[in-house]
């Protein structure tokens, strides 16, 4: 192993998920180490002092990684944040697009079995290029037509809550839910009129697009 190889930390608590990260990017010369959640993170960059993290965003219970990222953007910004996660944009998890840190790199884990892409997004990042690994700012991403507020009513829909429960989650009337939840089914293009269910084919979007939820 080289002298130069770069040193990579894979953030996942998916076992299987992060050892095939680590199997691709050791067959590309980096030195990897990985870890399950965010104490094991803190400890191996104190130890390893990785040149670069590629970081789950969902890591169970406990702080997230976007909690250690938006710490490592304060006090290690030389080390490079690739985010892999299953949602098409950050949205979907409910965050805005300004909560992701500047110069992360923000990646679907669909896209990553695509090693080529894999690679060159990381690069980029390293390279201060993370524009170039944000695809959440692709275009044609699923749900783009959707607004911060339609995306943030119908994760809630997908996590099983009523137009009732909703409604008093976000402080709001029922009826101003009722219309949401029909502008939401207007800008998806269902059809309420035809043998569809509106309501689960919106569910069935968010969850075919961002998986299940995780309950509040």
Request: hydrophobic share 40%.
């Amino acid at each position: 192993m080289s002298g130069d190889a770069r040193r990579m930390l894979i953030v996942e608590d998916e076992p299987l998920m992060g050892s095939l990260l680590a199997d691709v990017l050791v067959g590309h010369n980096f030195l990897v180490e990985t870890a399950e959640d965010v104490v094991q993170a803190r400890a191996a960059i104190r130890e390893f002092d990785p040149d670069g993290i590629l970081l789950d965003i969902s890591l169970g219970d406990g702080p997230s990684g976007l909690d250690l990222a938006r710490v490592l953007s304060r006090q290690r910004p030389d080390i490079a944040i690739v985010f892999l996660t299953k949602h098409p944009d950050p949205r979907t998890a409910g965050l805005e697009a300004e909560d992701i840190p500047e110069g992360c790199g923000f990646l679907r884990k669909d896209r990553v079995r695509d090693t080529e892409y894999l690679l060159a997004s990381i690069e980029a990042v390293m390279t201060d290029r993370s524009r170039e690994a944000r695809h959440d700012r692709d275009s044609g991403k699923p749900l783009e037509a959707l607004s911060f507020k339609h995306i943030e009513v119908l994760r809630l829909m997908a996590t099983g809550y009523t137009n009732e429960h909703i409604a008093r989650v976000k402080g709001v009337a029922l009826s101003t839910v009722e219309r949401w939840t029909a502008e939401i089914f207007r800008d998806l293009g269902i059809d309420g009129k035809g043998g569809v269910n509106p309501r689960v084919e919106a569910v069935r979007q968010f969850i075919a697009a961002a998986g299940i939820p995780e309950k509040l």
